[in-house]
């Protein structure tokens, strides 16, 4: 829980730093002369700059209910994986998942519109690899597993069984996949400069995509003590898919200040827009026995009355802090390490697409009577990012 705490601090460093250079760069401006000519932070090799960096970024992790569940030998069947039952213990799920580090690339490039260095164009691209979070169990009946959730019809906590001694043998798999990527385009207007420093204003458009996928599937054999026939297979899956894309006008300053070599960089920007989220939730069943199997629409997360596709379009802000030290190794070639910082409000993930409310009468074989739930949920939250880059920077 450290690194989160620590991640959650540096972005409210990194929103207290944007206001900041937003309202410290027109005092500054007024205190630098008006740009005449090119400053001497840009080296004059030609109008062209393009540069490369590898990612080592965090990103705020999907937060997840409960999901599989274990109890204790001994435990009573109807106690069995319940939720607030004595020993029971969760074994995947009640955390966030998809919180490491991961790697990527970002490719930057930008082009003066006039000889003097006054106005520009910039274009940047980023994307991370994939994250995912892995999770199987299997017993033989001796070790429980089960499904929890909130019996809609009772109000209290109940569990699907999926391994229970001589009742079922069974297995449970969970995987879900995060993935982020961004664009952005700016004008930039150079507003003030000195000898060593310039400060630069920025117009634009901001883009971001994240999307996660969730799958979850179990199967359980019947052994004994139960209404259905031994070596009766039911199985069960449900997947949550959710995804949000950003567009948004993008505001901002930038400046640099040379020193010898050196170059000093940071970028401070306010991103306001539109989030289109969209979900995608789908659920289905078998029943196996002497060969037969039989298909039903609904698992058990993602039963009949949730099943389908839903979007909703949100506003959403979208901070951001980019800070930069580069060596000049060559008029044309610059080495560059910088941290960035990304917040994001409004995602929709897709730990927050499930209802844990389930009406067991939806479940396949059931009788349908009673409460539609569970109903498909659009909780959303921040999403986080920060991290480091390291790269090159070419100017022709």
């Known amino acids: 829980m450290g690194h989160v705490k620590a991640f959650d601090s540096s972005v409210a460093a990194s ?89 990527g690339g970002r490719i930057q490039a930008g082009y003066w519109l006039d000889g003097a260095r006054t106005q520009a164009l910039e274009v940047s691209f980023f994307d991370l690899e994939n994250a995912s979070t892995r999770f199987a169990a299997n017993s033989d009946g001796s070790v429980i597993l089960a499904r929890p959730f909130v019996d809609a019809n009772t109000g209290g906590q109940s569990a699907q069984l999926v391994a229970f001694p001589g009742a079922v043998s069974g297995s449970i798999a969970a995987n879900e996949t995060s993935y982020l990527l961004g664009v952005d385009a700016h004008f930039r207007q150079e507003i003030a400069s000195g000898s060593d420093a310039r400060i630069g204003a920025l117009i634009g458009y901001r883009y971001l995509h994240s999307s996660d996928r969730l799958d979850i599937a179990s199967s359980a054999t019947v052994i004994g003590g139960v209404a259905l026939p031994i070596g009766t297979v039911i199985g069960a899956s449900d997947t949550f898919e959710a995804s949000s894309d950003f567009h948004g006008l993008d505001l901002g300053v930038s400046g ?13 920007t306010v991103a306001l827009g539109a989030n289109i989220n969209q979900a995608q939730i789908n659920g289905s069943s078998t029943s196996s026995f002497g060969g037969a199997t039989t298909a039903f629409p609904g698992g058990l997360l993602a039963a009949t009355s949730n099943i389908g596709s839903y979007s909703q ?21 610059r ?39 569970p109903q498909p949920m659009f909780a959303t939250s921040s999403l986080r990012a920060q991290g480091f880059s390291v790269g090159a920077r070419y100017g022709f």
């Open 15 to 103: 929103a207290v730093a944007v206001a900041t250079l937003l309202a410290w760069a027109p005092a500054c401006a007024a205190d630098l002369p008006l740009v005449t000519k090119a400053p001497a932070a840009a080296p004059a090799i030609g109008s062209f700059w393009i540069e490369a960096e590898a990612l080592a970024w965090t990103v705020k992790g999907d937060h997840l209910p409960a999901l599989v569940t274990t109890s204790p030998p001994g435990t009573p069947q109807s106690l069995a994986g319940v939720l607030g039952a004595p020993g029971t213990a969760v074994l995947f799920g009640d955390s966030s998942v998809n919180d490491d580090w991961r790697a």
């Open 335 to 373: 080495l560059v390490a910088g941290y960035d910082v990304l917040y994001w409000t409004d995602v929709q993930r897709a730990g927050g697409l499930i209802d844990t409310t389930v009406n067991p009468n939806l479940l396949p074989g059931g009788s349908g009577a009673g409460p539609q739930r």
């Open 313 to 333: 379009t949100r506003f959403a802000v979208v901070p951001a802090l980019q800070l930069k030290a580069g060596y000049q190794l060559t008029p044309q070639w």
């Open 256 to 268: 640099e200040l040379l020193h010898g070599p050196w170059i000093f960089a940071g970028r401070a």
